[in-house]
């Protein structure tokens, strides 16, 4: 049974950096795609990054491009999300996410939030 384990939450100042991971275990075969969505309180879900693990096109949205990294670890099994220049506006529980069907268009072009495999989340919160 696929399982991510998202870790690197914590509590910044606005400015600040944060690092989180998301480990994967429970299976043998590469994900198609990896994602990292956040949802804070009383708003919907939003995706934040993405990467289509074949050819490692990413795709962010607008809100973070140019200060959120997303990268991967293959022989970790591990994915991960380098937040810098935080804002307030960054405060959200970040989840993990992971397909292994999912197609490049709708993994870092369409970027919908169809996965089969989710973490439990990680709290990040801003401060100003």
């Known amino acids: 049974q696929v399982q991510l384990v998202e870790s690197g939450g914590g509590s910044v100042q606005a400015g600040g950096s944060l690092k989180l991971s998301c480990a994967g275990s429970g299976y043998n075969y590469i994900m198609n795609c990896m994602g990292w969505f956040r949802q804070a309180p009383g708003k919907e879900r939003e995706g934040v990054a993405a990467?289509?693990?074949?050819?490692?096109?990413?795709k962010y949205a607008d809100s973070v491009k140019g200060r959120f990294t997303i990268s991967r670890d293959n022989a970790k099994n591990t994915v991960y999300l380098q937040m810098n220049s935080l804002t307030p506006e960054d405060t959200a529980t970040y989840y993990c996410?992971?397909?292994?069907?999912?197609?490049?268009?709708?993994?870092?072009?369409?970027?919908?939030?169809?996965?089969?495999?989710w973490g439990q989340g990680t709290q990040v919160t801003v401060s100003s």
């Open positions: 996410a992971a397909d292994r069907m999912k197609t490049y268009y709708s993994c870092v072009v369409s970027f919908t939030d169809e996965f089969g495999s």
């Open positions: 990467m289509y693990t074949g050819s490692s096109t990413t």
